[in-house]
């Protein structure tokens, strides 16, 4: 029987034991739950705002590209204000000479 007692004996100090490691695990499964990771964003907010800033450089080049182009869109000429005078001044006097020419 002493054997008997000595393996009860042991059985039950393993089951103490694994009892206080349950618990134990418990309490850092509850601790872990609580507890609250922070993360330091102070260096990304950084590379974010320089970012923007290129960002917005890069943009207001973009603006000014596209006015300067639309400037000179609008001041862009296909032909040249002499030609066209010349050309209506020549219309006119060859509707005239065939009206004349008609007309006698």
Known sequence: MTKLEE???????????????????????EHLENTKIKIDLTKYKFIIEKHEQKMDSHIKAIERFESRFDNKINQAKIYPTWA?????VCVLLALTSISVLFLK
């Open 84 to 88: 066209v005078v010349v050309f209506i």
């Open 7 to 29: 393996l009860t004996a042991l059985l039950v100090n393993e089951i103490n034991d694994f009892k206080n490691g349950v618990d134990k695990l418990e309490k850092i499964n």
